[in-house]
């Protein structure tokens, strides 16, 4: 049996893939990667000779922008902004368009249980429909 040496840890282990590993564990193969980028990551450093023949400046990030404070200014104008938007759009959208709300739902029970109301002494149609009279139009209309 062969016996392999982890590249990160320098520590003996039996592997266990069939490819040749070079690390022991993923903690060693993780923390490799970690130790190479952060090689990749520095910055070359100028020497003393260079130094005082060559003076060369490096690009600086940009400074991180400073987050504004909520201010009145700012809430005034974004509630100005929204009512505005939704004013343009109640305008612009059609009647037929615009969502129901609670209040169109219940107009809605209260006319369908005032005007149809159930006619008790006459015989359900053949298909098993119910007869109920119309108060609206005067006529008997049958429902399931």
Do not use: W
């Not at 592997?15 to 520095?42: F, W």
């Not at 104008?77 to 709300?101: E, Q, V, Y």
């Amino acid at each position: 049996m062969e016996f392999y040496t982890c590249q990160y840890c320098y520590k003996e282990f039996d592997p266990k893939r069939r490819r040749v590993q070079k690390y022991c564990s993923n903690s060693c193969r993780s923390k490799a990667h970690h130790a190479r980028k952060k090689i990749e990551m520095k910055l070359p450093t100028v020497s003393d000779s260079e130094a005082k023949t060559e003076v060369t400046t490096l690009p600086t990030a940009p400074e991180k922008t400073k987050v504004d404070s909520m201010s009145l200014a700012g809430t005034g104008n974004a509630a100005a902004g929204s009512l505005l938007a939704d004013t343009i759009k109640a305008a612009f959208t059609p009647l037929n368009n615009k969502p129901a709300t609670k209040g169109d739902l219940e107009n809605l029970k209260k006319q369908i249980l005032t005007r149809y109301y159930k006619i008790n002494n006459l015989a359900p149609r053949h298909d098993g429909a119910l007869p109920y009279f119309d108060m609206d139009t005067g006529d008997v209309v049958y429902f399931f």
